[in-house]
């Protein structure tokens, strides 16, 4: 055979066997076709990689499985002859090779062959087990991202129940408001009705009057167990989702509030342009989040001195969005306060004992259940917010 034909029967030899190195990331894979891929190239009765010195098993092999005696500890590859076979050994950075084969002239030179290419192995096995780590790294990394949402799920929650709790008192205060006037009539009623049986005892009773009489007194608790209801539901911890109209959502909102709005001289114009509209999603947090507002302004005219009061709420679909605006004319923010209007804990109102948490809460439940935003500006001479969401949407998980 002529020297030129040789030099290019182990060129494609080592041609075959660099093919075979860096085609998988994967350990078992990568070797599997080093293995397959010298075995075949190189003409071998048997190849094995083992992960290890002290393994009994190949993690792959390929070929009739023929013993090989080897020193295991030892650091250099090396070629040993047996009455039979010639083994090779490969010590790697990560295990070793053993291959076996038949008795041939030319095993100097697949020896060498199979020697110059352990660096290459050993840079294709680095890269196992750096894509390994990578992969052990990636989910300790999920796994703290993990921990870390439901850290942030759990801080939004304590923010909701502190929102929520920060405004039963201003709730309990717009009952109040809410009972004074038919707690009075009924107490009225009561007293014509003893007046009118004393009277009886001299002439007869007036059954009709005292009928209608009593007809009020059931209205006016019917409307004080309405309230009652109408109050509960809102602090009711409900994550059921339900269909609803936006008409009686903000009707509902401006019933809780207006008896404290009439007590503070504040009208309230109402503009609806969302008639048959509805919205899938969580009630009683969008009732909160436009209670939060109206608390807001009325707040903001009890620092003002402003004579005409006037909260204008409006509603209004623009293509697929719903907008609910609310506005006033109390004077603005002040404009070094616009940045930071919806920080958690940032409020106006310490002297009030504002917990800073009502628009920022507001922020995250139109975000989060809503898919929505809210935004502020002055115009005016009052503030205005915008609370702008899809009428149709998939709640974000």
Sequence with gaps: MKTQEIDSKYLTISYDCL?????????????????????????????????????????????????????????????????????????????YLACVYAKREDIGKIYAIIRGFSKKINFALSACEGVKKLEELNEKLEDKINVAVQSVREHEQMLLIQSKSAIM?????????????????????????????????????????FQRE???????????????????????????????????????????IKKQFEQGGITLEYINECVDVQIHSYKNELIQVILNLFNNARDAFESSNIENKKIILMCKVIKNNLLIRVKDNAGGIKEENMHKIFEPYFSTKKEKNGTGLGLHMSKIILQKHFKGTIAVLNEDNGAVFDIVFPMHYEEME
């Design 19 to 95: 093919s075979a190195i860096g085609n998988s990331f994967m350990l078992e894979s990568m070797m599997g076709e080093v293995v397959m891929g010298f075995f075949q190239a190189t003409e071998a009765l048997y190849i094995a990689y083992y992960e290890d010195a002290q393994s009994q098993n190949p993690m792959v092999a390929a070929g009739k499985n023929i013993a090989s005696s080897f020193d295991t500890r030892k650091q250099d590859s090396f070629l040993q002859e047996s009455a039979t076979y010639f083994h090779i050994f490969l010590p790697l950075r990560r295990g």
């Design 169 to 209: 008192g201003e709730m309990l205060e717009m009952i109040a408001h809410q009972w004074r006037q038919p707690i009075t009539s009924i107490g009225m009623i009561a007293n014509n009705m003893l007046l009118n049986l004393i009277l009886s005892e001299e002439e007869s009773l007036d059954k009709e009057l």
């Design 214 to 256: 009593i007809e009020d007194i059931h209205k006016q608790v019917t409307y004080l167990s309405h309230t009652i209801d109408d109050f509960r539901n809102f602090f009711k911890d409900s994550k059921k989702k339900e269909t609803f109209d936006i008409e009686d959502i903000l009707q509902k909102s401006m019933s809780l």
